[in-house]
């Protein structure tokens, strides 16, 4: 039984090539474990361990160019591992698609494939991009100083998490000695805070695309300075990939739970927590203005009916609005990313402001 199911798994890795349905083109796809010390890579059948270091990845990436131009290199998203290892691809011109650890483990089990190396590993890694090519996206390439700005983002949303925490200790601290401690410690991560914040301004303003877009998303109501440099940084993929995409990576996209008879609650899983708690905040804020916006009309429709919570209410009114930003991006990439004046000329936030206007004037 052992031996059948190492054969079964063995012929689900043979083919390295997959045609893709919207282009009509040919693409060699490469599979490719990443761990600290090594990269292991699943080449037509054959498998080879690459050094994580400097001259690793110089062979690498010869290997990969001599292979042809449609090669695509498939990999799962590891945190900075995953982030150098993009930088690295980007940077020799290689392309490369990110996918998921958690759907890559699953087809793993459904292909019978209980067993788990880092050989294995990146053999189902291809495995996984041949079966469902037609469903990923071939990744943009990186800003420039895109992982220096996400490792920052990364170190003052830690230094934010744990100041928070000795807040809580604070709360309930009643010793003068331990509650001096912690307030020395938080005034000292909010200054450490607020010059990484410098700091990643200033290498957003070193780049002129990323200026644009984060002055583009700044323009609407409800997003404010922080969450521009969150979805600038975090979500690289707005504009590039359908509403449905936007909604269910991001994490609002309610999925049915329905069997037979029996229809289940509409839930919405997983996602980008950081991009989902920032949008909360967004909406409540475009829900407060004073200025009259179409989040406020969804709010007031969707609360009507008394059937839905607000929790459901406020994901739909954050779904709404990760759509929109997604839909403005993609507008100004086509147009060439220009200056957000010019980009920003007939949106759906200044047609709302001409509709709110003529309604005024005819009253």
Known sequence: MIKNNIEISKSKFEAIEVVDKKSNTRHIIVGVDLAKAKYDVMFNKKHRVYSNDAKGCRQFCKTIKEMGENVVVVYEATGSISLYFAEMLDRNGIARCQVSPRRVRHHAKAGEAEAKTDKIDSAVIQS???????????????????????????????????????????????????????????????????????????????????????QLYMQQIGIGKETAETLVLMLPELGTISRREIAALVGVAPFNYDSGKHLGKRITRFGRREVRSLLYMCVRAALNAKTPNDYQKRFSYLSSSGKRSYQQVMVACMRMMIVRLNAITRDWIEAGRPAPEIANKGTVRQKTELVIEKKTENK
């Open 128 to 214: 996984y991009a041949l079966k469902y090519w037609n469903n990923l996206h071939i990744n943009t390439p990186m800003h420039t100083n895109h992982t220096a700005l996400m490792e920052l983002q990364r170190i003052k949303r830690i230094y934010g998490q744990t100041a928070a925490k000795m807040k809580q200790v604070l709360s309930t601290c009643q010793l003068e000695s331990v509650r001096q401690i912690l307030e020395n410690e938080i005034t000292r991560l909010k200054a450490e805070q607020k010059q990484i914040g410098a700091r990643i301004t200033a290498l957003i303003k070193q780049d002129e695309s990323m200026k644009h877009q984060m």
